[in-house]
């Protein structure tokens, strides 16, 4: 079984910040890409920032400058900081991670998900 917890979500005034993480655990291994996605209301979900395993990253062009990705990869964790928060960053944040897991096939596992609501 693998397992992606995340915690670090909540409710923040605008203009404040939040930090991610996102925790894998179980039979997971040679994790590749990690990433954060997320959701609003009646939207698709979407893409946030992406870090590789080389440590490259690339990011949606409304987060730039203001959300950094980092990971750990000792500790399978991946982290989204996000500075200078806007309304219109409220959704549901998903972590993904690209990895080998128990069935020894190459597979996209993804989190739960974690609330973050930005108050104007």
């Known amino acids: 079984q693998v397992q992606l917890v995340e915690s670090g979500g909540g409710l923040v005034q605008a203009g404040g910040s939040l930090r991610l993480s996102c925790a894998a655990s179980?039979?997971?291994?040679?994790?590749?890409?990690m990433g954060w996605y997320r959701q609003a209301p009646g939207k698709q979900r979407d893409l946030v920032a992406r870090?590789?395993?080389?440590?490259?990253?690339n990011y949606a062009d409304s987060v730039k400058g203001r959300f950094t990705i980092s990971r750990d990869n000792a500790k399978n964790t991946v982290y989204l900081q996000m500075n200078n928060l806007k309304p219109e960053d409220t959704a549901v944040y998903y972590c993904?991670?690209?990895?080998?897991?128990?069935?020894?096939?190459?597979?996209?596992?993804w989190g739960q998900g974690t609330q973050v609501t930005v108050s104007s």
């Open positions: 179980g039979s997971i291994f040679s994790i590749g890409a």
């Open positions: 993904t991670m690209s990895a080998f897991g128990p069935a020894l096939k190459l597979d996209d596992y």
């Open positions: 870090v590789m395993r080389s440590g490259g990253t």
